[in-house]
């Protein structure tokens, strides 16, 4: 089977599971970053290398304060958990974090600091959580870098302006897989996903299985990618 290397992940519908079942909106995206966990062993054991998952959008910061709040503490505990969990080690993970990490509570900072260092020498499957990440964003932050720069235009293409993006250094997404039933990049990976396959499912985040993903995998392998030839 042709497995994707770059896997992107919309882990949508928290809310919607945890409203269908009678629980409060916060209980969603609790469950949603444990199902998160178990995604990157099940990615692991078929070969993906490299799983980038959106977790909190540039978008996301006009929710409620409360929910913000929730999630900043969700995420800095679920980095400490990770950080203390042997199986993070034996398994390779490497996890990095990427977008507007200024914006984010100088703990949190911290935390993303410390785990980001802790698992620099992991190579056999690397996470990229997108915290207070947009495309838009992405692309505008790395135009502004080349400005700073001063490259002359002439100088300026496509690889030199991918190496100027927060996700400098990966290889393309092949595989785009959104979870909860809508149909849309939602300002995520623009750029990057200009030639990824995509894939919807129409399950809520919560209730993906590996499954899901095997059916994500099989219809990738059964794609024919042309590159526009």
């Known amino acids: 089977m042709n497995i994707p290397q770059h896997v992107v992940l919309f882990p949508d519908g928290n809310r ?99 785990i980001e260092v802790f698992t620099k020498d992991n190579n056999r499957l690397l996470l990229n959580l997108a915290v207070s990440y947009g495309g838009k964003w992405d692309i505008l932050q790395a135009v502004k870098k080349i400005i700073q720069e001063k490259i002359p235009p002439e100088n300026i293409d496509e690889a030199l302006f991918e190496n100027h993006l927060s996700t400098a250094g990966l290889p393309e997404p092949d595989l785009i897989i959104r979870a909860g039933g809508e149909m849309r990049l939602s300002n995520f990976v623009l750029w990057q996903g200009a030639y990824s396959e995509l894939y919807f499912s129409p399950k809520l985040w919560p209730d993906f299985t590996k499954e899901d993903l095997d059916q994500a995998l099989e219809e990738f392998d059964r794609r024919t990618r042309r590159f526009g030839k």
């Open 16 to 114: 919607r599971w945890a409203k269908a079942n009678n629980l409060p909106p916060l209980e969603g995206h609790k469950k949603g970053y444990e199902k998160l966990k178990m995604l990157c062993d099940w990615c692991e054991n078929r070969g993906v290398k490299a799983l980038t998952a959106f977790g909190f959008s540039t978008e996301n910061w006009n929710r409620s304060n409360e929910e913000i709040v929730y999630l900043m503490k969700l995420l800095e505990d679920t980095l400490v958990l990770f950080q203390n969990d042997p199986d993070l080690q034996k398994k390779g993970v490497r996890l990095r974090i990427i977008g507007q990490k200024e914006r984010l509570p100088a703990s949190l900072q911290k935390t993303i600091q410390d």
